[in-house]
């Protein structure tokens, strides 16, 4: 079974550009979420779908940040203008439903704000 | 946000010694899930955990959900080069998981 695709693997960027992230989860699996993982730290959640629709996304920064999950798989998640704190890994995970189901990650993406 | 704790911070251990880690919280959990994050990796899944009182092996690893369903553990025995990486706990007490700030193992061979 495949698992949770994401891409790009790294993107650099300069302060104020703009950068999407996509992920493709698990085959059937309905809740997605979107992690920031700062250097050192454990995996923050920014936003958790289930199926297209957003079940939490207190932690997301809406002022730059934004995502969709349109169809109820693939999910983007855009940030636009990019800050120098943005610099991070940004995890994609899927799980069968809501949490308290196992919880499956993508490789990630690490963003460079230059 | 909130992290949850995770004790210690980093460990530099013997090749072939076991390693005990856990996890806490000040609020109650019903699942608790542990992974490792190799560098430039996303986290893989270890083993979950899903019930008070529960232990849980997979190969030379076992975790436990504890009584209080405030913390968990985690122990690998007879450590091996490999298992060098950053174990996190994760816990979930609704609909969503909360990380913990992560255990660094260095193993020496």
């Known amino acids: 079974e495949a698992g949770v695709a994401q891409s790009p693997r790294y993107k650099i960027i300069e302060k104020r550009q703009s950068v999407a992230f996509w992920c493709n989860p698990i085959?059937?699996?309905?809740?997605l979420y979107w992690y920031q993982q700062i250097l050192g730290q454990g995996p923050k959640l920014l936003i958790q779908?289930?199926?297209?629709?957003?079940?939490?996304d207190s932690q997301l920064p809406k002022d730059r940040f934004s995502a969709e999950r349109l169809k109820g798989v693939d999910s983007t998640l855009k940030i636009q203008p990019a800050k120098l704190e943005d610099s991070a890994v940004y995890l994609c995970?899927?799980?069968?439903?809501?949490?308290?189901?196992?919880?499956?990650f993508g490789p990630g993406t690490r963003l460079t704000v230059l | 946000g909130q992290q949850l704790n995770q004790s210690p911070q980093s460990m530099f251990i013997q090749e072939g010694e076991d390693v005990s880690m856990n996890c806490t919280s000040s609020?109650?959990?019903?699942?608790w899930l542990w992974y490792k994050q190799d560098p430039g990796e996303g986290p893989v899944l270890l083993i979950a955990?899903?019930?008070?009182?529960e232990l849980t092996s997979n190969g030379r690893l076992t975790a436990q959900f504890g009584i209080t369903r405030k913390d968990s553990f985690l122990n690998i025995s007879a450590s091996i080069p490999s298992d060098v990486g950053i174990y996190f706990c994760?816990?979930?007490?609704?609909?969503?998981?909360?990380f913990g700030t992560g255990t660094r193992l260095k193993v020496l061979a």
């Open positions: 085959s059937g699996h309905a809740t």
């Open positions: 994760a816990g979930s007490g609704t609909y969503k998981y909360i």
């Open positions: 995970a899927s799980s069968p439903g809501p949490a308290g189901n196992e919880q499956f």
């Open positions: 779908f289930q199926n297209n629709g957003v079940v939490d």
């Open positions: 955990l899903y019930k008070a009182g």
């Open positions: 609020s109650i959990f019903n699942t």
